[in-house]
């Protein structure tokens, strides 16, 4: 978080609302989406088992383990959407709209790497 604190500097208040909701975004959307396909891919990892489906539990048991996928996405989803919108601002002050799927992948690549760097 001290990167985001450290650019406060270059960016305008409408840049750091952008900023917060990204991470506010991110801490409310990543465990929503771990909540909602959790079962669905624990059935597939099932599905895939070497023992067969029934074998390696079948219907039981799927939101087995939720709890902590969903905490763990918090951050991780806060940290990617924080990193990508604050490169998006930056960026957006050097590259042209023009440019816009470049500034965009390097935004995306950066929020990327952040988010295994601080959680890994």
């Known amino acids: 978080f001290f990167f985001f604190f450290s650019i406060g500097k270059c960016v305008a208040m409408d840049d750091e609302k952008r900023i917060f909701s990204g991470?506010?975004?991110?801490c409310v959307a990543g465990p929503v989406v771990d909540i909602a396909m959790h079962p669905i891919d624990t059935v597939k990892t099932r599905?895939?088992?070497?023992?067969g489906f029934f074998k390696a539990g079948g219907f039981k048991g799927l939101y087995r383990g939720l709890s902590a996928a969903a905490l763990g996405a918090a951050p991780s989803a806060a940290c990617f959407f924080g990193t990508y919108e604050t490169t998006k601002v930056v960026l957006g002050k050097?590259?042209?709209?023009?440019?816009a799927v470049s500034r965009e992948m390097l935004a995306g690549s950066m929020g990327e790497m952040v988010r295994?760097?601080?959680l890994n």
Do not use: A, V
């Not at 599905?47 to 023992?51: D, E, F, I, N, W």
């Not at 050097?94 to 440019?99: L, P, Q, T, V």
């Open 23 to 26: 991470l506010f975004g991110g």
């Open 94 to 99: 050097f590259i042209s709209d023009e440019y």
């Open 47 to 51: 599905l895939q088992s070497k023992q």
């Open 116 to 118: 295994c760097i601080k």
